[in-house]
């Protein structure tokens, strides 16, 4: 029995990942931390390693409630490495320390300790350190989010901010108002019953205390899910105010769908290959 935050308690039928790209290379469980759980894959193309390139590298945070989840789910990697590295992307995917060992706080460290491994590392691996990208999906894009909403966390794990995120379908953005409002136990098991606490946790409030623009954002989200749509519109226009560069995007796609679809054909995958050709475009020509 698998969780995710939008099916909230689902089983899925287990599902063989599409094979890897012809020359991938993986290195697998590379330890970013002493706990068994900080450990991350890292899936480079063969048209890094041919080409000496400096690649782009896409970071992948899985899902699962923050109690459940793993980087070798097959809806975590498969169709992304599939679609972007063929394109000449390096794909990390990280686990973290899950509860009832870390709070979602904690992981949140852990997800900014595990970018401060690829910013480190990923020039060695062919990659291109100022072309990293954290995509995250549920549980993880609240993780991302909150590494990229609070510089001091992140700081404090020696991470500088991603060149761009993808978030994709969390409803959980605004943790004061999941928890002031009706909410599922795995809330109150996740973040407690302090309003304090649900500040440090929510990304909202913790990009208010933004100094510097955040990274550029796209944020994917359910138009099933009234909350995640309306979280990701608000969380959008934070950043916005903030001096960030961030869109939402709902479409018509169940929460699980959204990640499964990742990398097949279809607009979730169109949304963000124009964010990512818009993030990376080269500067425009001076005029004559």
């Not at 706990?35 to 063969?46: E, F, I, K, S």
């Not at 590392?121 to 993880?140: K, P, Q």
């Not at 913790?206 to 138009?223: E, F, I, K, N």
Request: net charge neutral.
């Amino acid at each position: 029995m698998n969780r995710d935050a939008g099916g909230w308690l689902r089983r899925r039928e287990a599902a063989e990942p599409p094979p890897h790209p012809a020359g991938t290379r993986v290195d697998a469980d590379l330890a970013y931390g002493r706990w068994p759980a900080q450990r991350l894959d890292v899936y480079r193309p063969a048209q890094a390693q041919a080409q000496a390139q400096s690649a782009p590298v896409l970071v992948v945070v899985h899902g699962g409630a923050w109690i459940t989840g793993d980087k070798q789910q097959p809806q975590v990697v498969g169709h992304k490495l599939a679609h972007w590295g063929p394109k000449g992307w390096i794909v990390v995917a990280i686990n973290y320390r899950r509860l009832p060992w870390a709070d979602p706080r904690e992981q949140a460290i852990d997800v900014a300790r595990a970018l401060a491994y690829v910013q480190r590392e990923a020039a060695g691996w062919g990659g291109d350190t100022g072309r990293i990208v954290v995509l995250g999906h549920s549980t993880g894009a609240h993780l991302a989010a909150l590494v990229l909403a609070d510089t001091a966390l992140a700081a404090a794990a020696g991470c500088v901010a991603p060149a761009a995120a993808v978030l994709v379908d969390s409803a959980a953005l605004d943790v004061v108002e999941v928890m002031d409002g009706a909410h599922l136990p795995l809330h109150d098991r996740a973040f407690g019953d302090q309003r304090a606490g649900w500040e440090l946790a929510s990304p909202w409030h913790r990009a208010a205390t933004l100094q510097a623009a955040p990274p550029p954002v796209l944020l994917l989200c359910s138009s099933l899910r009234e909350d995640s749509t309306r979280q990701s519109e608000r969380f959008a226009a934070r950043l916005v105010e903030r001096g960030g560069r961030a869109r939402s995007v709902a479409l018509p796609l169940t929460h699980a769908e959204l990640n499964e679809q990742l990398g097949q054909p279809g607009e979730a995958t169109n949304q963000v290959d124009a964010f990512l050709a818009e993030c990376f475009a080269p500067p425009a020509a001076a005029a004559g």
